[in-house]
């Protein structure tokens, strides 16, 4: 069965400071990943997408996610955290022979002055 | 780039009422549709998807139905709300191929 894992329901972290969000997936067959981020009573914004090649995905806003196959992972992380990107993240996953699209609980990022 | 559009934004119906949410996309054309539900700010639950006009398929088994008439329209329905279908609903589209998907602003439904 196809599934998502956000094993953190909230990242605190200063600003200046990196900051990593972790998800992990469940798939057969190698898998198309996202990040999502959604501010307070918003739809779902795209920030990048894993479909193939590099494993470091670079996308909005200054985030970047590394795919590692060998521990299905697909980490969100961004060098220098910006009170701004307080918000709930989401991953996403779909194995490349089904339309499902399944995401994670959300993992809710605190950016402290 | 697509668009979706979801109305109405806000819903306050009564238990038992019926209901009727609908989504519709500008800017491609044969899409992968969704509907996902979200519950207190957190988790997304997939309800419904649809690769083709009258193609549906149920994820939970639950109150509400989906129906596809159009190839960019997409409508989630229930013939009689109950309190636990309280929540935030989302439409979201994506071409095949994977191209990055899109969603709506959301339509947030409270039954009371």
């Known amino acids: 069965a196809q599934s998502v894992a956000q094993p953190e329901d909230q990242v605190n972290v200063a600003e200046g400071n990196p900051l990593t969000v972790k998800c992990t997936y469940s798939v057969s067959g190698n898998p198309y990943l996202f990040w999502y981020v959604q501010y307070p009573n918003r739809g779902l914004q795209f920030l990048l997408k894993y479909i193939t090649g590099d494993n470091l995905v670079k996308g909005s806003y200054g985030f970047e996610a590394e795919f590692n196959k060998s521990q299905t992972s697909f980490h969100l992380k961004k060098p220098s955290a910006l009170v701004s990107d307080s918000a709930l993240y989401f991953c996403?996953?779909?194995?490349?022979?089904?339309?499902?699209?399944?995401f994670g609980t959300g993992t809710r990022l605190q950016v402290f002055p | 780039s697509q668009t979706i559009h979801q109305w109405p934004a806000t819903l306050v119906q009564p238990v038992g009422s019926p209901l009727s949410l609908e989504c519709t996309v500008e800017?491609?054309?044969?899409?992968?549709l969704y509907w996902y539900r979200q519950a207190a700010g957190r988790g997304l639950q997939l309800l419904f998807y649809?690769?083709?006009?009258?193609?549906i398929s149920s994820e939970v088994p639950q109150n509400l139905s989906a129906s596809r008439p159009q190839d960019r329209q997409f409508i989630l329905s229930s013939k009689k709300l109950l309190l636990s279908d309280s929540g935030f609903y989302l439409c979201a589209s994506v071409r095949g191929g994977w191209d990055t998907i899109y969603f709506g602003e959301g339509s947030w439904l409270t039954v009371v």
């Open positions: 800017g491609t054309s044969n899409p992968n």
């Open positions: 649809s690769v083709g006009i009258g193609q």
């Open positions: 996403a996953v779909r194995g490349r022979a089904t339309d499902k699209l399944i």
